[in-house]
């Protein structure tokens, strides 16, 4: 009999079903990391500039916190604070405003301003016949009303707090023992911080009123130096400067404590408003 043909049956697999798009959601997603990596890196070797305006974004995306006021009767917390390169030109703004004084020959030598580790400092140096103070009082001459109040209108353009500090020589008062140089200190200092207030400060812009009495003198030399009567205005650096404590209300003492600069006791004594009886020599 014949051989029967040899058939071979050959079968072909069906198709797998569909996998889905789970694939495409994690290339996505490593994608996306990818590309954040990329903008970190790109953002570390960025300047400084470039990071401070990427950064601003994300803290306010609609770019409106600029827009707050900043007025002689507002807060100014939305304005930079004022750094120590800041301070130099500030510096230059007071002295060409101060150039443009009346009498300045006389009071050339009576204005010193420095910027110190606590921040600007503007001192008004007494002289012998009274510079800005009249002999043993703590009420403004003419000079000092001037003086004072340009201060004013320039500083209350800065979003940085003010202190202010009274300072007298060593010659002690004769007459009355209740009022000493702690009062006249403290009394001095008060007088320049309401003026300054009433004419161009913000309300809460003055975080320190001391009055030192003749613990602080400017010449160690010679304690009865005129110059050692003094009241120091200072613009600070940082605005969160412990603000309690140490500033003096009126008609209230103030509390001892230490200064953010030097470490010493913010010694003050007196009463701000207190009415000065007996006499005074030469303060």
């Known amino acids: 009999m014949p051989t029967p043909p040899i058939i071979i049956i050959k079968k072909k697999g069906g198709h797998g079903g569909h996998h889905g798009g789970a694939w495409k959601v994690a290339y996505a997603d490593f994608v996306t990391a990818m590309m954040a990596l990329f903008i970190v890196l790109w953002l570390m070797n960025s300047s400084p500039k470039i990071q401070a ?26 304005l930079p604070q004022k750094k120590k390169e800041d301070m130099e030109k500030l510096k230059e703004q007071l002295e060409k405003s101060i150039q443009r004084m009346n009498d300045l020959d006389k009071l050339n030598k009576n204005i010193e301003i420095t910027v110190t580790a606590e921040g600007l400092r503007i001192e008004l140096l007494e002289s012998a016949k009274g510079a800005f103070f009249d002999s043993g009082s703590a009420t403004l001459n003419k000079s000092g009303l001037e003086l004072v109040r ?65 613990q602080r003198l400017r010449n160690l030399k010679d304690s009865l130096d005129p110059s050692n009567r003094r009241v120091s205005i200072i613009v600070q650096y940082m605005s969160n400067t412990n603000d309690a404590g140490e500033s ?27 009415t000065s009886t007996g006499k005074k020599d030469g303060k």
């Open 53 to 78: 305006a990427v950064g601003g974004y994300f803290k306010d995306p609609s770019g409106t916190a600029k827009e707050v006021g900043s007025t002689v009767t507002g807060t100014g917390e939305n």
């Open 150 to 214: 340009l201060l004013a209108a320039e500083l209350g353009q800065v979003p940085n707090h003010i202190s202010v500090e009274g300072h007298t020589d060593s010659k002690p008062f004769s007459g009355n023992g209740s009022y000493s140089n702690w009062e006249l200190s403290s009394d001095r200092a008060n007088a320049a911080r309401r003026l300054m207030q009433q004419s161009g400060l913000r309300s809460d812009q003055v975080s320190q009123v001391r009055g030192f009495a003749d």
């Open 248 to 274: 003096i209300g009126d008609g209230k003492e103030s509390g001892a404590g230490k200064l953010p600069a030097t470490g010493k006791p913010a010694a003050t004594g007196g009463q701000a408003e207190s």
